[in-house]
Structures are given as C-alpha cells and as structure tokens.
C-alpha cells in the first residue's frame, strides 16, 4: 500500500498563533488516526494565502486528499479566496477535499458570505464539512449529500498538549491574564468602549492582587495587543518585565507561555482552548459566540463570561477560583474527543488515491 499524500492548508498567520496551532494539531491527529488504522500517509502543509499557481500546482500534482484544517468562515473577503482555491483544486479530478472544524456561528452573517459558503461547500470534490460552531446552520448551507455526513467536533487545538508534547508546570502561582485589542468589542458591537475594556483589565487585576494572586499578561502574538498590555502596565506604573516580558515570536512559546500559568482568565478563544488542552483552569472573556459554543461543548458555561459581566471583577475572579476547585468534565471532554477523532478516521480511511 502507498503512502497517501494529505495536502493541509494552513493559515500561516505571522502574528497570531491560535490558526497555526489548529493546523498543526489537525496534522498532528491525521497522523495518529493514520498509524491507529495502519494507513500510511505523508502529511505536508501549505499556506492557504499562497497566490503563485506555480506553487499552488505543484503541491496539487503530488496530493490525493486536501484538508482545511477549521477556524472561522466569516470574513467575505477570505472566503472568496478560499473558494478560488478550491476552484483550482477541482481541475484535479482525484483529489479529494475535507473541511475540518470550521467556525459557523450563530450570528446572522451577511448574505455575500451564506452565498459563498454555499458554493464552497457544493463543491463536488468535498467528502466530509464538521464544525465546532452551529451544527444546525452548517446542515442548511449544505446543498448536496456527502459521503460522510456533518458532524459537531472540537477545534483540533485541543489536541496541543500532546501534539506539541508540552505539559503544564503544576507548581506554578501565577494567573495568566490573555489580552485582546481594546476596540474589538466595540466592532461586535457589544458597546463596551475601548476605555472600558482597560478598566476591565486594571479591575481583574485589582481584584486578583486584593485575593493575593499572582499575575502576569500574555497575548497569543499579536504585536498590537503585546503593545496594549505594554502600554497599560506603563499607565499602572508597573513593571514591563515582570507583568507581561517579551514579546513572542512562535507557536510553541504561546503554549509553552499558557502551561507556565495556575489558570487563566483570557479573551482569545485559543487561548483558553490551550489552557483546557494543558488541564489548567480557565475562564473567557467573551467577545464573540464562537467562545460560548466552546464552553457549551465542554460544559462550562458559567465560566465564559458574557459582555454585560465583564466590568465585574470579583464576579470574574470567583469563577476563576470555582474553575480551580472543579476542574473539567474530562468524561465529557473525552467523549467529545472520540467524536472527533471517528472524523479524522474518515480522512485517512478514505478510498481515493492518485493511481
């Protein structure tokens, strides 16, 4: 038997690390699933926003299966280039496609945006659409029967501690404390200022220092929000070196940053998908609903904390110390992880390879 050759496409994001890590635990799981069936395969990535068609074919020519390995579907102007990729991608007729995890949220997206996930999920080469979002609204872009059905799954990033072999540091005494650009909420139109969204930080660490925590900033790369927390920490008259340190510059150093930390209060939802991944507590800071559905999946609702609760610190910091004392439904975890895995199964157990 052949080797079959699994095409990912990567966001190779220079600056945030959240899509990064997802493809790379997508690779990670293809590869376990792979040895666990006795298939052989050989996995390679490629960047999604590569625009060289001398690139772009050569890496199609030597590819049986590609697959998008998740993250968010809502910007109008990616989803038209990943649908003339996939165009691209249908003018090889043995090459089977596999959408992975991608977010489908319950906000009522723009029509130009159904319109494109439509077509991109009508193309004929797709096997197998899951999601980590709404299952519900996944099922009615779907035109067209797959060989394998829609399934809700976890966002691969779960996966991290094993995929990158990191683990937690279990004498740690410091909460983590994830930034996020200050005017974010307010193009969600959550009407929260970016003044506030500073004060949301200064109460949180306020009320965790009152209770005697530790603390320190981090960012899942973005310089911006790295400058944000630089600045703020300038504001408060606090050490840049001790309350926030450098600035990082890979994926494995976020994770490695996270599995440092006692728990985590944090508005990235990678961030606290790592964290989860690491076994350490967490609690987010929500922006966007993509987060409540995470905290659905693993059953912590209570611990995502919605818009018109984030100016309450001790509020915040009372789930914190609850998600200390509770931990995780690892049984629920598991369980949903095994769904998980029975997809990536259909990956690499699918019939087609190049002749």
């Not at 001398?54 to 199609?60: E, G, M, P, R, T």
């Not at 519900?136 to 966002?155: C, H, N, R, W």
């Not at 018109?308 to 369980?335: F, K, P, S, V």
Request: proline share 4%; aromatic share 10%.
């Amino acid at each position: 038997m052949r080797k079959k050759n699994i095409l990912i496409y990567k966001r190779k994001y220079k600056h945030n690390y959240g899509d990064p890590i997802l493809a790379d635990c997508c690779g990670y799981l293809i590869k376990k699933a792979a040895e666990e069936s006795g298939i052989p395969v050989k996995v390679t990535m490629a960047d999604v926003y590569c625009k060289l068609p001398f690139i772009i074919d050569f890496h199609l020519r030597h590819t049986d299966i590609v697959v998008y390995p998740g993250g968010g579907l809502n910007s109008v102007t990616f989803n038209q280039m990943l649908l003339r990729l996939f165009e691209r991608i249908h003018t090889y007729d043995a090459i089977e496609i596999f959408i992975n995890a991608v977010g489908i949220t319950r906000i009522k997206p723009k029509k130009a945006n159904v319109k494109l996930l439509k077509q991109l999920f009508h193309m004929p080469q797709i096997r197998q659409i899951t999601t980590r979002g709404d299952i519900g609204k996944l099922e009615k872009y779907i035109a067209d029967s797959k060989p394998y059905p829609p399934a809700l799954v976890f966002d691969p990033a779960i996966w991290v501690n094993e995929a990158y072999c990191i683990e937690r540091n279990p004498k740690s005494e410091i909460i983590g404390i994830g930034l996020i650009r200050p005017e974010i909420f307010e193009e969600r139109k959550t009407d929260i200022s970016e003044n506030q969204v500073e004060n949301m930080y200064i109460g949180i660490i306020e009320e965790l220092e009152k209770r005697n925590y530790q603390w320190q900033f981090f960012t899942n790369g973005l310089y911006g929000e790295y400058r944000f927390g630089v600045q703020l920490l300038k504001k408060m008259g606090r050490s840049k070196r001790k309350y926030i340190g450098s600035h990082i510059f890979s994926a494995r150093k976020l994770v490695k940053k996270i599995a440092g930390y006692q728990a985590v209060i944090a508005a990235r939802m990678h961030a606290n998908i790592i964290a989860t991944s690491l076994g350490i507590p967490s609690v987010g800071l929500v922006w966007n609903d993509k987060m409540n559905m995470f905290a659905e999946m693993i059953g912590c609702e209570e611990r995502y904390i919605p818009p018109e609760r984030l100016m309450e610190a001790e509020y915040i910091t009372n789930q914190m110390e609850a998600a200390m004392r509770e931990g995780y439904d690892m049984e629920r975890i598991e369980a949903m992880k095994k769904t998980t895995m029975h997809t990536i199964q259909n990956i690499v157990q699918s019939e087609s390879v190049h002749s």
